[in-house]
């Protein structure tokens, strides 16, 4: 049986999940233990999520029939900006629970990355960011204040090889739970 242990964050409690041929089961530290059966299972999304304080983050969220959602990461919690990759065992167990499932629930919906609408507003607000620091770039540049000017282009240019990479992994559709895309799943150590 394949085990994954993380904890998400300082308001979660560290959860070790395992599954069964029924579904997902989870104990926390504390000694609760719940199930979430593979009937109950609505949705699956899969999303490239990267935070400050980690770059290569990627997240599993499990939506429940009656609006419920369980996330797990490959990051684990280790206290204040101090996560451990846990890549290396978050990807089989990925893999496994994408098999158990789509064995056991051909309806659930596998999406991928960002919502569409949740696209066009985040491509919608670079842009007018992008605007404003050309704008204020070209501010700059009139008025002879050329550390303003070239620290706006430099903004610019590091938001823009940043945001590539987050659209173009974070792509909105669906995917074959048998064929993960490898855009949406991390990289050990990286």
């Not at 109950?40 to 490239?48: C, H, M, P, Q, Y």
């Not at 204020?136 to 090889?161: K, Q, V």
């Amino acid at each position: 049986m394949t085990e994954y242990t993380q904890r998400l964050s300082p308001f979660h409690k560290t959860r070790t999940y395992s599954l069964s041929s029924g579904g997902l089961e989870w104990e926390e530290e504390n000694g609760g233990r719940e199930q979430l059966g593979f009937d109950a299972i609505e949705a699956v999304e899969l999303k490239f999520a990267p935070t400050r304080y980690e770059r290569n983050r990627y997240r599993l969220r499990i939506r429940h029939q009656g609006g419920g959602k369980t996330d797990i990461t490959n990051k684990h919690f280790r206290g204040f900006a101090s996560f451990k990759d846990q890549s290396s065992t978050f990807v089989p167990f990925l893999r496994e629970f994408h098999r158990n499932l789509a064995g056991a629930n051909p309806s659930v919906a596998y999406r991928r990355g960002m919502s569409p609408s949740g696209r066009l507003l985040a491509l919608v607000s670079c842009l007018i960011g992008g605007l404003a620091l050309l704008f204020a770039a070209a501010y700059g540049r009139r008025n002879g204040n050329d550390s303003l000017f070239f620290a706006c282009l430099l903004l610019l240019l590091i938001a823009a090889l940043s945001l590539w990479s987050y659209f173009a992994k974070n792509r909105p559709g669906t995917y074959d739970p048998l064929e993960l895309p490898d855009e949406l799943l991390p990289r050990e150590g990286s």
